[in-house]
C-alpha cells in the first residue's frame, strides 16, 4: 500500500516568487491535512482539506492557500515569497471520516515532506 | 505563552534505559497524540489518546485530563529509538505542537 507522497521534496526559490506543493493521500483516504515547521516556530498546522472542501485553518496569512482535488490529491501555494517561508512543509491524511474531526478520531499517516529554501 | 509544553527539550540515555518523556497542555482537547520524527523529517503517529492508557511494544503512552498531562514512555530503549517526539493537541478546531523532545540513546 503506497504511502503518502509529497513533491517536490526540495525546492529553491526567491522572494516574491510563488510556489506549489503536491500531495497525493493514502488510497481511500479523504482527509488531507498541511503543515509548516520551521526550527524557530516548530510544527504548525495551516489547513485541512476534506472531499475538496477547506474545513479547518490554522493562523496563516492569505498567500497561503490549498485546494484539494475530487482524487483527494491536495496542492498548497505560498504566494509571494518572504524569506521566512523557508521551512519543511509536511502533509499528512488520514480517512476523516468524521467532518471536522481532523486529530479526535483518525490516526494521521505523514508524507516525507517538501523542503522549500527562500533566497 | 505555549498551549503544549513539552520537557525535557533534550534526553540522552543509555541503551536499556527507561525514558520518560512529559507534555503538559493548557487548552481542552479532543484528543492528544504523540509523533516520532528521524533525521530527514519523516514524521510517525505513534499513538492517539483521549483517556487512559495506550501501549504498543516498547512504548506506553498515558493521559490524565483532570491534570491535562501526558507522559511516553520507552522501556529498553534502544538506539533506532534516537528521534524528535512531539506532543499535539487539537482543541477547537485549532492544532497545537510541542517544541519537540530531542531523544539520543546510545549503544
Known amino acids: 500500500k503506497a504511502g503518502v507522497t509529497q513533491t517536490p521534496r526540495y525546492l529553491i526559490k526567491t522572494r516574491g516568487q510563488q510556489v506549489t506543493l503536491s500531495c497525493s493521500p493514502i488510497?481511500?483516504?479523504?482527509?488531507v491535512s498541511w503543515y509548516q515547521q520551521t526550527p524557530g516556530q516548530g510544527l504548525q498546522f495551516l489547513f485541512e482539506y476534506f472531499s475538496e472542501t477547506q474545513r479547518n485553518k490554522g493562523n496563516f496569512p492569505g498567500r497561503f492557500s490549498g485546494r484539494q482535488f475530487s482524487n483527494s490529491r491536495s496542492e498548497m501555494n505560498v504566494s509571494t515569497l518572504e524569506l521566512g517561508d523557508s521551512a519543511l512543509y509536511l502533509c499528512a491524511s488520514s480517512l476523516g471520516g468524521t467532518p471536522g474531526d481532523l486529530f479526535g478520531a483518525n490516526v494521521l499517516t505523514f508524507g516525507a515532506g517538501s523542503r522549500l529554501t527562500v533566497l | 505563552k505555549n498551549e503544549v509544553e513539552q520537557s525535557p527539550q533534550n534526553l540522552t540515555a543509555q541503551e536499556g534505559e527507561f525514558i520518560t518523556i512529559n507534555c503538559s497542555y493548557s487548552v481542552g482537547i479532543s484528543a492528544l497524540h504523540w509523533l516520532q520524527q528521524h533525521p530527514g523529517g519523516g514524521i510517525v503517529s505513534l499513538f492517539m489518546l483521549s483517556s487512559g492508557k495506550k501501549k504498543h511494544g516498547r512504548l506506553i503512552a498515558t493521559i490524565n485530563i483532570q491534570e491535562k498531562h501526558s507522559s511516553l514512555h520507552i522501556t529498553a530503549s534502544h538506539p533506532r529509538d534516537s528521534a524528535v517526539y512531539i506532543c499535539?493537541?487539537?482543541?477547537?478546531?485549532?492544532?497545537?505542537f510541542g517544541t519537540g523532545t530531542s531523544l539520543t540513546v546510545i549503544p
Open positions: 488510497s481511500g483516504h479523504r482527509s
Open positions: 499535539a493537541v487539537r482543541w477547537e478546531n485549532q492544532f497545537y
